[in-house]
């Protein structure tokens, strides 16, 4: 499974920095061009631990979630780090911008949280055309934004998150371009993410935290996509059922919890989603054979 991709990685791996680019001090923001984006690769299919507001001129093929779909003109897109994605520049001469940022870079300023924006919710749309008023207008926005961040001024990221903010309710007063989603292999797509999903939930490091997602339902709600769907997706795709994958996973890491860590078995019960004991000595018997108790002392 590939690692998260980090902020600090993104900038190394894919762009050449301008000078001013990046707030290096705190590593929470850039604001970058389609110039500046290196050889324009491909980037690859994968999560990222960032927020990024695109702003796409000319062909581009975008892979977000389980859907596919090309641009021909000029879109805003928003990506939230929860659902991997891809961008292909499908010609050389594409311009735009990105601002990319932490969850933080707003969290912390606003004492609110940037997930409860419909723009980035689970399930959400991300893409929207605009026509050439609205492109004036988003041009606008990141130009501001760019003389800001290459200025001296002492509080020049609170107007930066104004403007984001600003590029956000435009966006979200006009439809998404739902229309020209289509679903290119999304079986195994869907599958992709759900693997994807299932996997960074591990490895578990505290028997406090609150264990995410532990349901097919869960799963589906997380992708905005039916339960069903999603059922129908993996079981096709792996000859396995999403139960029997979250099952198999969960039961790996109790294993792993039980040989390698010093949580009693009601912690290692409840780090895995398991209110009651007694229902995860069930779990664990019928996937393994033995009782929790029985597979710690025999290693």
Not at 30 to 35: P, R
Not at 70 to 94: A, H, K, Q, R
Not at 194 to 200: A, C, H, I, S, T
Not at 278 to 299: D, G
Request: charge should be negative.
């Amino acid at each position: 499974m590939e690692k998260t991709e980090t902020l600090e990685a993104f900038y190394k791996d894919k762009f050449n920095i301008r000078p001013g680019s990046i707030d290096s001090k705190n590593m929470q923001f850039a604001i970058l061009s389609n110039y500046e984006c290196a050889n324009g690769a491909t980037m690859l299919y994968r999560r990222r631990d960032f927020y990024k507001v695109s702003l796409f001129k000319g062909r581009v093929l975008l892979h977000y979630g389980d859907k596919s779909l090309e641009v021909d003109g000029t879109s805003l897109v928003f990506f939230n780090p929860d659902i991997p994605y891809t961008v292909e520049m499908l010609e050389e001469s594409n311009f735009g911008g990105y601002f990319i940022f932490r969850e933080a870079y707003f969290n912390d300023y606003y004492r609110s949280n940037i997930r409860d924006l419909p723009i980035f919710s689970d399930g959400s749309k991300p893409v929207y055309i605009l026509n050439k008023d609205q492109e004036q207008v988003a041009d606008a926005i990141f130009k501001r934004a760019q003389e800001e961040m290459a200025s001296g001024y002492e509080f020049k990221h609170d107007l930066i998150r104004n403007q984001i903010i600003e590029l956000i309710h435009f966006a979200m007063k006009m439809q998404p371009s739902e229309k020209l989603y289509q679903y290119v292999d999304a079986k195994v797509r869907v599958t992709a993410i759900f693997n994807e999903l299932l996997d960074r939930q591990f490895p578990v490091e505290s028997p406090i935290e609150e264990f995410g997602l532990r349901s097919a339902g869960d799963f589906a709600e997380k992708l905005g996509i039916h339960v069903n769907y999603l059922n129908r997706a993996v079981k096709s795709v792996t000859g396995k059922t999403t139960t029997e994958h979250i099952s198999e996973r969960l039961t790996r890491e109790a294993i792993a919890l039980l040989k390698h860590s010093h949580w009693s078995i009601s912690e290692i019960s409840y780090s895995l989603g398991f209110e009651d004991p007694s229902h995860f000595n069930h779990f664990f018997k019928k996937q393994t054979m033995q009782v929790p108790s029985s597979f710690r002392l025999a290693l």
